[in-house]
């Protein structure tokens, strides 16, 4: 299985401030269709998780520009421009170009 | 708009069957393979593996290849996953989400406390 590994583990940050959240996986996520299925999803407390990134970096139409993607092969970057108090929550990376993995979860919290 | 609507909470104890639902609506249901997720009390999201709508073939994850079925109810737009057996260990919160390579919907989410 590929292993999705987190860094780190949790964010305390305050309103404003930049976020930066690792993911790297034990296996190149570059797929023989030439494209690499990373995901970014945000799980706010007591609810089910939400879209955010697909394919590294491509925003869903809902997700506000604060956020970007990047990354390749099988180190990944989520990037958070300026926290929002709406922003915390669990973040996850997840790959699905080889049988499906999650990371370990990061935790962002607001000062 | 696209939604998954899952079932009720449930609560079980060891040895019994449970099995919960997860509507589909505004696509078609068999145009995206329907997937699983486990998350234990506090824990994080574990890959329980997806179901192809259109040919009903499930593939599993390898710590859910006994006890666990996923179905179909492709008439009525409905995932199903069922735990037998159920044990302490299966208490959790289960989701169902669109879509093997994106997971792009995910539904509210069903939570199943087994105790005895």
């Known amino acids: 299985d590929v292993v999705m590994t987190q860094t780190p583990v949790s964010l305390s940050l305050a309103i404003g401030q930049p976020a930066s959240i690792s993911c790297k996986s034990s296996?190149?996520?570059?797929?023989?269709?030439?494209?690499?299925?990373l995901n970014w999803i945000l799980q706010r407390p007591g609810q089910s998780p939400k879209r955010l990134i697909y394919?590294?970096?491509k925003l869903y139409s809902e997700v506000p520009d604060r956020f970007s993607g990047s990354g390749s092969e099988t180190e990944f970057t989520l990037k958070i421009s300026r926290v929002e108090a709406e922003d915390l929550g669990v973040y996850y990376c997840?790959?699905?170009?080889?049988?499906?993995?999650f990371g370990s979860g990061t935790k962002l919290e607001i000062k | 708009q696209i939604q998954l609507v899952q079932s009720g909470p449930e609560l079980k104890k060891p040895g019994e069957s449970l099995k919960i639902s997860c509507k589909a609506s505004?696509?078609?249901?068999?145009?995206?393979?329907m997937q699983w997720v486990k998350q234990a009390p506090g824990k994080g999201l574990q890959y329980m593996g997806w179901?192809?709508?259109?040919?009903?073939?499930?593939t599993y994850a390898d710590d859910f290849k006994e006890r666990f079925v996923f179905s179909l109810e492709t008439s009525a737009s409905t995932a199903y996953l069922q735990i037998n057996n159920l044990k302490n260990e299966d208490t959790a919160t289960y989701f169902c989400?669109?879509?093997?390579?994106?997971?792009?919907?995910w539904g509210q989410g069903v939570m199943v406390t087994v105790s005895s």
């Open positions: 989400a669109r879509g093997i390579i994106r997971g792009d919907y």
């Open positions: 505004g696509y078609t249901f068999t145009d995206y393979a």
């Open positions: 179901i192809n709508t259109q040919t009903g073939k499930p």
């Open positions: 296996q190149s996520l570059l797929g023989t269709s030439g494209k690499t299925f």
């Open positions: 394919q590294v970096s």
């Open positions: 997840w790959q699905g170009t080889h049988f499906p993995t």
